[in-house]
C-alpha cells in the first residue's frame, strides 16, 4: 500500500496552514472526495469522509503526490532557463495585463492546433469573482484575457473536467507558482493515478506572484471599506511591491501590501517562488518596459511555443529586460517567507 493518503495530506499540509489551495488534489481524488468549501478565507479542501486508500486498502496516494507543499519550496530567483526577453502581442487583446504576452502565445497556440485546451481563470467582469475554467476556442480567450491570479481560486480543480470528463488531450495550464509547482509533481510522479494528467498536459506557463489574495475579505473589508472602490470601478489590479488598482477612469489608487496581510492566503506565507521557476514559461510584468511581458523561457518545449508566435507574427519580443529588479523582489519574498 502507498504510505501516504489524504489522512498525512490534512495531517501535515492542511490542518497546519500551509495549504496553498492550487486544487490539484481535488482535481485528481479518483473517487470525488475532495471539495473546496465557498466561503470567506477558505484555508483548505475538506474530505467527505471515504477515502479509497484510508477506507478500503486500496492503493493511491493521488492527492498527497500532487500536492505542491509536500515538497521542499523552490530557493532560486530566476531559476533555470533559456531566455529571457520583454514580449507583448502584436494585435489587440481586450483587458490586456501588460503586454498580453500570454495571451498571444495561448491564442496562437489553439489556432495552430497545438493545445486544445487552456485551464485558466476567468472572472465576472462587474463583480470580479473569479472562477476556474477550460477555454478551447482562441476568440473566448481573447474575450478572457487579464491577469485575475491576485485573488485565489482553486485552478487545478478544473483539470478534471479537462482530462476526466472532456478528455482533452494536449492541455496548456496557467497559473501561479504554487499550481505550476503541483503541476510539475504530477508530471515527475511515477504513481499511475496521475499519468493521465502528466501526459494530458502539454504547456505550463507560470505568472509571477507575490500572494493571492481572499476576494471577500479585499473587495469587502479593504478597497469597498476603506477606499470606497466598487468592483465594477476597477478595471485591472497589479501586484508589484504594492498593490496597485487601475480604475475604469483611469485613475490609480496604491495599496500598500502592509495594509493587506488580513486579506493574504496562510498558505502563501511559506511560498518563496516569485517567478514560478517549475513552468516552461514565466511571465510578469516586473522588469520589462510599460506595455510589455517579462517572459522567462525555461524549457524546450516553452521556447517551442514562444517561437510559433514570433513566427505567426502574433507576438514580438526584444531585449532590455531588468532582471536585478526580478531578483530584488524574488530575494525579498524567499528572506520574508523562509523564517515562516
Given amino acids: 500500500m502507498a504510505e501516504k493518503s489524504y489522512l498525512d495530506l490534512k495531517r501535515e499540509i492542511w490542518d497546519t496552514g500551509r495549504c496553498s489551495g492550487c486544487g490539484a488534489c481535488v482535481a485528481v ?14 484555508v483548505s479542501p475538506k474530505s467527505t469522509g471515504y477515502c479509497k486508500q484510508a477506507t478500503d486498502g486500496v492503493i493511491c ?22 531566455e529571457l526577453f520583454a514580449a507583448k502581442a502584436t494585435f489587440d487583446v481586450p483587458h490586456r495585463q501588460s503586454g498580453g504576452a500570454v495571451t498571444s502565445i495561448l491564442a496562437n497556440a489553439l489556432d495552430e492546433g497545438l493545445i486544445d485546451a487552456v485551464v485558466t481563470v476567468n472572472e465576472d467582469r462587474w ?14 480567450l481573447l474575450q478572457q484575457a487579464g491577469s485575475r491570479y491576485s485573488w485565489w481560486v482553486p485552478l487545478l480543480a478544473a483539470l478534471k473536467n479537462a482530462v476526466v470528463e472532456r478528455k482533452f488531450k494536449r492541455i496548456a495550464v496557467v497559473g501561479v507558482p504554487c499550481a505550476v509547482q503541483a503541476v510539475s509533481r504530477i508530471r515527475a510522479s511515477e504513481n499511475d493515478l496521475l499519468k493521465p494528467y502528466a501526459k494530458a498536459i502539454r504547456l ?34 497589479d501586484v508589484k511591491g504594492k498593490l496597485e488598482v487601475l480604475k475604469q477612469d483611469g485613475s490609480t489608487t496604491i495599496v500598500p501590501l502592509a495594509e493587506l496581510e488580513t486579506c493574504v ?14 513552468s516552461d514559461i514565466s511571465a510578469g510584468a516586473i522588469g520589462s518596459p510599460s506595455g510589455s511581458t517579462t517572459l522567462i523561457v525555461r524549457t524546450s518545449t516553452g521556447k517551442g511555443f514562444v517561437d510559433s508566435a514570433v513566427r505567426n507574427r502574433k507576438l514580438e519580443v526584444s531585449p532590455g529586460v531588468e532582471t536585478a529588479a526580478i531578483e530584488k523582489l524574488a530575494a525579498a519574498k524567499i528572506k520574508k517567507n523562509s523564517r515562516k
Fill in 29 to 42: 481524488c479518483p473517487a470525488d472526495a475532495l471539495i473546496f468549501d465557498e466561503g470567506e478565507m477558505v
Fill in 61 to 82: 496516494g493521488a492527492c498527497y503526490d500532487s500536492c505542491p507543499r509536500t515538497g521542499n519550496q523552490p530557493s532560486e530567483t530566476l531559476g533555470e532557463y533559456l
Fill in 127 to 140: 463583480t470580479l469573482r473569479p472562477s476556474s475554467v477550460v477555454i478551447t476556442k482562441s476568440d473566448v
Fill in 204 to 237: 505550463t506557463i507560470g505568472l509571477f506572484c507575490t500572494e493571492t489574495f481572499d476576494y471577500t475579505l479585499l473587495i469587502q473589508g479593504k478597497l469597498r471599506s476603506h477606499y470606497h472602490l466598487e468592483p465594477h470601478e476597477i478595471r485591472k489590479l
Fill in 265 to 278: 492566503r496562510k498558505g502563501c506565507r511559506i511560498c518563496t517562488d516569485l517567478t514560478a521557476v517549475c
